[in-house]
């Protein structure tokens, strides 16, 4: 079984940059594809942007963060990063890392096994 860490969230002006970071503990991320996913209050969980665990790592963005976040992966350090630019208050919301078994990522969060606890991120204009 694998935990999961979030860290990085926090305030930022629209148009600022976040860092998201998602470590893992108990076992490595091996074999595992890893999605974020967010939440805004009344709102249901959004797929954000999700990695593969296949070599050069497929990746996919929901279209409102495309050309602004940027997800990636160390398997070396377990670690899954959301690297967020130009933000906007529109992504203000509860951040959620999670992993699933098999090397393809899914956009739907019940595939996924594994939650880490979320951290917010508030964008203000």
């Known amino acids: 079984q694998v935990q999961l860490v979030e860290s990085g969230g926090g305030l930022v002006q629209a148009g600022g940059s976040l860092r998201l970071s998602c470590a893992a503990s108990?076992?490595?991320?091996?074999?595992?594809?890893i999605g974020w996913f967010r939440q805004a209050p009344g709102k249901e969980r959004e797929s954000v942007a999700a990695?593969?665990?296949?070599?050069?790592?497929?990746?996919y963005y929901v279209g409102s963060v495309k050309g602004r976040f940027t997800i990636s992966r160390d398997n070396a350090k377990n670690t899954v990063y959301l690297q967020m630019n130009s933000l906007k208050p529109e992504d203000t919301a509860v951040y959620y890392c999670?992993?699933?078994?098999?090397?393809?990522?899914?956009?739907?969060?019940?595939?996924?096994?594994?939650w880490g606890q979320g951290t917010q991120v508030t964008v203000s204009s």
């Open positions: 108990g076992r490595t991320f091996s074999g595992y594809a």
């Open positions: 990695i593969s665990w296949t070599s050069g790592s497929s990746t």
């Open positions: 999670a992993a699933r078994t098999g090397s393809s990522y899914s956009t739907t969060p019940a595939d996924y096994a594994y």
